[in-house]
């Protein structure tokens, strides 16, 4: 019995990490996600004023590429962070299956126990009875 309860603490323990890892991992890619669209802005913005002032300063190539390097480090992040998030996602509902399976079979196994001690309950009875029993002899 402690054993069961064992599993079922270390399961519980193991979805309770496992919400909180997928909860730090859907903020990291809400992060991300705020990032590459304030990048993407600032990457318009840029472009924006290269239109404007294309004639009048040049701005080094490096700048831009260095930027775009960036936005797609950015979003590969946002992307591998998904890609985990789902990972987590199953992961959770796989120790929600083991829970309800562990509940499962300890409920099963404490309705048989009633029965088992209500069967033993009902024998004793009837044993405590015949000991009252005068059986007289026919003849």
């Known amino acids: 019995m402690n054993k069961e309860k064992r599993q079922i603490a270390e399961l519980e323990h193991k979805y309770t990490l496992t919400l909180h890892?997928?909860?730090l991992a859907t903020t990291r890619e809400e992060q991300l996600r705020n990032?590459?669209?304030?990048?993407?802005?600032?990457l318009a913005l840029i472009k924006h004023e290269m239109k404007e002032v294309r004639y009048l300063y040049l701005i080094p190539i490096v700048f831009i590429t260095h930027v775009l390097h960036f936005c797609f480090q950015a979003q590969r992040r946002s992307e591998n962070d998904t890609e985990n998030r789902k990972k987590l996602e199953q992961n959770i509902a796989e120790l929600k299956r083991k829970l309800d399976e562990e509940q499962n079979r300890r409920t099963r196994d404490?309705?048989?126990s009633q029965a088992v001690a209500e069967r033993i309950s009902s024998l004793e009875k009837q044993v405590k009875f015949s000991d009252f029993v005068i059986v007289y002899p026919k003849g």
């Open 110 to 112: 404490h309705t048989n």
């Open 35 to 42: 990032e590459s669209c304030e990048l993407e802005r600032n």
């Open 21 to 23: 890892q997928l909860d």
